[in-house]
Antibody, heavy 120, light 110 residues
Framework: QVQLVESGGGVVQPGTSLTLSCAAS????????MHWVRQAPGTGLEWVAG????????NYADSLKGRFTISRDISKNMVFLQINSLRAEDTAAYYC?????????????WGQGALVTVSS | QSALTQPPSASGSPGQSVTISCSGS?????????VSWYQQHPGKPPKLMIY???QRPSGVPDRFSGSKSGNTASLTVSGLQPEDEGDYYC??????????FGTGTRVTVL
């Protein structure tokens, strides 16, 4: 069955960088759009970034452009999210999510989330 | 991109129906038929309940239905059951390969 497992979260200092990983199983990341969605403690969901099924296009939330980079390794069937210049407001659970199709923004599979806490 | 507007809370007794609204603009909800609804229980990831306004993924009970009129989408849960309690979020394609979520609604089964 489809499974997404995030890793790489933790407590990090402001201004540093972090890379989150998402290991996919039960499907290949080259057949579906893949996304990252975050949720700050006690708040709602925020779409962060997405990559087309063929890797030809990467898109980011307008408010987050510049510090976030989505990438993938097809050989490992993994997706990544690099976050630079971390700020306190980046503290959140980061979910890896699979699109229902190649690119539709309908997220039908989610990981359990990786918690990132930005604190000095 | 501003978050879509949802009521903070909604409630109903078992067996009753509850409808949650999701208000946006012509740039998102009103402009595309790509509105989705997610259910989230505490400490769990969201679960897709409705996509493309009114489509149910396999395994989602037909008690859940979606609709849209103009810039507002709605999720109706009929025949409320205790396990329907949780947070519900709408989302919409917002053009330029962007997506926006709603503010979230906590549904309580009385």
């Amino acid at each position: 069955q489809v499974q997404l497992v995030e890793s790489g979260g933790g407590v990090v200092q402001p201004g540093t960088s972090l890379t989150l990983s998402c290991a996919a199983s039960g499907f290949t990341v080259s057949t579906h759009g893949m996304h990252w969605v975050r949720q700050a403690p006690g708040t709602g969901l925020e779409w962060v970034a997405g990559m087309w099924h063929d890797g030809s296009n990467k898109n980011y939330a307008d408010s987050l452009k510049g510090r976030f980079t989505i990438s993938r390794d097809i050989s490992k069937n993994m997706v990544f999210l690099q976050i630079n210049s971390l700020r306190a407001e980046d503290t959140a659970a980061y979910y890896c999510a699979r699109d229902i199709r190649q690119w539709a923004f309908d997220f039908n599979s989610w990981g359990q989330g990786a918690l990132v806490t930005v604190s000095s | 991109q501003s978050a879509l507007t949802q009521p903070p809370s909604a409630s109903g007794s078992p067996g009753q129906s509850v409808t949650i609204s999701c208000s946006g603009s012509s740039s998102d909800v009103g402009g595309y038929n790509h509105v989705s609804w997610y259910q989230q229980h505490p400490g769990k990831p969201p679960k897709l309940m409705i996509y493309e306004v009114n489509q149910r993924p396999s395994g989602v009970p037909d008690r859940f239905s979606g609709s849209k009129s103009g810039n507002t989408a709605s999720l109706t849960v009929s025949g409320l059951q205790p396990e329907d309690e949780g947070d519900y979020y709408c989302s919409s394609y917002a053009g330029s390969n962007n997506c926006v979520f709603g503010t979230g609604t906590r549904v309580t089964v009385l």
